[in-house]
């Protein structure tokens, strides 16, 4: 009996030994492997001042002598900024009519808000809202050509639209 509870003591003995001894020291986890980085988000450009959108960079029409209805050469550009307004409605433009120097003040401002006008119009048919677009003449107090020419004439016969002057 006694060897068998000497056998006992030292088996719990050997037992108690074998757990303590040290610990190996604990390696630190493994570092997550690398992520390549996200490809970098290309910035938000608003399409009014994205120069390879031909249609929205251009923002004056012209017109011919005494006429203010809208040129077919300019009703591409005009739908280009109608769906721009159509999808924008925080946005606003400024259309503003302008004519030659030939005409009394009064027939030139009432003809550049004609065209101010008629270009409103082309406007809203392709999805702009009313209260996006505000019109006004210039009549001939706004030269784009200094000059009394037919070549000066021509680049002074527009309406230009002016987004900037809609933020006011």
């Known amino acids: 009996m006694k060897k068998v509870l000497i056998a006992a003591v030292l088996a719990n003995l050997l037992a108690a030994c074998a757990s303590d001894k040290p610990k190996a020291p604990e390696q630190p986890a493994a570092a997550p492997a690398p992520q390549a980085a996200a490809p970098a988000a290309k910035p938000v450009v608003d399409p009014l001042n994205d120069p390879n959108n031909a249609d929205l960079a251009k923002r004056s029409t012209y017109f011919p002598f005494d ?29 503003e009519g302008n004519c030659d120097e030939r005409g009394s003040n009064e027939y030139n401002l009432a003809l550049g808000q004609r065209r101010a006008d008629s270009v409103k119009k082309a406007l809203l048919a392709n999805g702009a809202k009313a209260e996006q677009v505000d019109t006004l003449s210039y009549g001939e107090s706004k030269p784009k050509a200094e000059g009394h020419n037919e070549e000066a004439w021509k680049q002074n016969r527009r309406a230009d639209l002016n987004y900037d002057a809609a933020k006011k």
Do not use: I, N, T
């Not at 591409?76 to 400024?94: D, F, N, S, T």
């Open 67 to 95: 006429v203010s209805a809208v040129q077919a050469e300019d009703k591409a550009m005009l739908e280009a900024h109608g769906k721009y307004l159509k999808y924008r409605p925080h946005r606003k433009v400024r259309v």
